[in-house]
């Protein structure tokens, strides 16, 4: 940036002196032009040893030619114009980088760690996987793991932009960089550096701001075929006209310094801006094809539902008592990260009963759970899985399950030994921002809404219909869900698909857009989504989809601009109005529409 900066001064100061014909101002002006050209062809051969054609390319070659012609003043444009569109990438760049800079800052320094014979302030990069953490009132967690003793009111903004404090209490989960605002707790660690929520988000901006996911935007496409297009037409030009003058200044017009930096400098902004309010968006790629979805796929649970289901009813069979059904379905669901799972494990403790983990036991994706428990084999799931299991019941104990899941119940049906032995009915709240969220987005343009379910039919059309989807498939297990979202593909439109990232990773990476809700606590949600919302909000779909407008808007104006541009500076040109000299000072001129237009979207209030 300095370097950039003083650069741009002696270039200045050289065609001030130049133009004031001050001697001795033309040694001058070979030596600043020669100096300043150095970087650029630099970088020029840099790309190409990356098989890449930059603006830079251009330029060397703009440059070069200008040299071999004496041409110094053009030469001195040429460079004052790419000097000044690298200090606006910069700038940009800094500011984005800011934006993270001012989340590491969230990271403590000094822990205080419980040890043997009291507790020690040790440094973040001491602490290892099972120490005690103690956090007081005002402390920031310094790494993930889980609360043992005590609670906490957190304020996790720093990870989902959201700061109404969340209430975390014992075997809560607790995430780095988020902070302690009322109580106190001990917690026990988990993950530690580069390990938890909070670097790797971190890592995942960096890495999609340096476009090192290796996703290019339509832009960087059309940034190598311009350029090679340009250098081609110039050899054409020169086999007719000869005239090197002429050339010299077309390809100082057609530089596209400008716009090589106000595209990406669009997108890191963009990036930048939405990680602040907990969007993840994993490469300017997906901002860019948002408002190019036209199908919308989503799942039911964890999605438009809330996906924190309470247990409303349990009704037993035989001598089962309904609290002993209680702690025997919650200790085989206290190893599954489903919904279901996590709702009859709560209410279970909550009840006071014990939960027994099982030493034996497989989780059925999206049907259900095996477990041993005293030799006896245990199954909690769906009426498929129960079915499949060969558990017995009576058609009598079918209906009423059906009555319930008919009123909109969730049913897990708990076999023991071989027999029915309980109805576990739970109720999964419809979000209630579900159905403006479904109206705003087909107000954005998309045309296909479609639900997909692993429950059954009756409860899938309840949730259809309120929140206003035509739509939805039943029954699903994980790769039927995947194979919907295939047929969807390449048929109207972009496919998005947003879900919880529980059972439903596969879909995430197989959609145009994966986008996955609630992702603070779920690696496997941040790892496979293309854009990972950190807060569980549906809304912020909206918002995503706004930013995605908001730049392509001005990537589109950007390329008008420019285009409109380049037109008057060709005719000038063309019709010997300006030569190589005026041609690079038009160029310069003109840099700062386009850059100026980018950084409005630091700025655009999309969000806030
Ligand atoms: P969805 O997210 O669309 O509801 P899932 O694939 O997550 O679909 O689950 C489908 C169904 O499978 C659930 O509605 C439930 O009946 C059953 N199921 C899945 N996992 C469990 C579990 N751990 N315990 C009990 N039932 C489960
Ligand atoms: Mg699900």
Redo the contacts with the bound molecule.
Sequence with gaps: MKVNISILIALILSLILYYLKISPSNNLLVIVGVLSTIPVVISAITSLKEKKVSVDLLASIALTASILHGEWASVAFINLMITSARIFGDYTEGQADNAIKSLLKLRPEIVKVKTGNGISQIPVADVKIGDLVVIETGDRIPVDGKIIEGTGNLDQSSLTGESIPVTKIKGNEVLSSTLNLTGSFVMKTEKVGSDTTFEKIISLIQSAQEGKLGIQTSADKFASIYITITLVGSIILYIFTQNLTLILSVLLVACADDIAVAIPMAFWGAIAKAARHGIIIKGGSFLEALPDVKTLVV????TLTK?VVKTDRIITFGNMKSHEALSLIAGV?SV?E????KA?TLHAKNDGLTVKTPQKFK???????LAYEKGKKVV???LK?IKEQKIKFQDSQISAAESEESEGY???YLGYGGKLVALITLADQIRPDAKSTIDKLKQWGVKNVIM?????ELIAARVAKEVGITTFHAN???ED?LKFVKSYIGKVGKVAYV??G???AASLKLADIGIAMGAIGSDAAIESADIALMQDDFSKVVLAMKLGKHVDNIAKQNFAIWGAVNAVGLFLVFSYIIGPEGAAAWNFVTDFLPIANSLRVLRHKIIN
């Design positions: 799942d039911k649970t964890g996906g669901e599954s489903h919904p279901i799972a009859i989780e059925f994706a999206g049907k259900g759970i909690a799931g769906n899985f969730d049913v897990v997909l379910t692993g429950d059954n699903l297990l994980p869900k879900g919880d529980v059972n439903d």
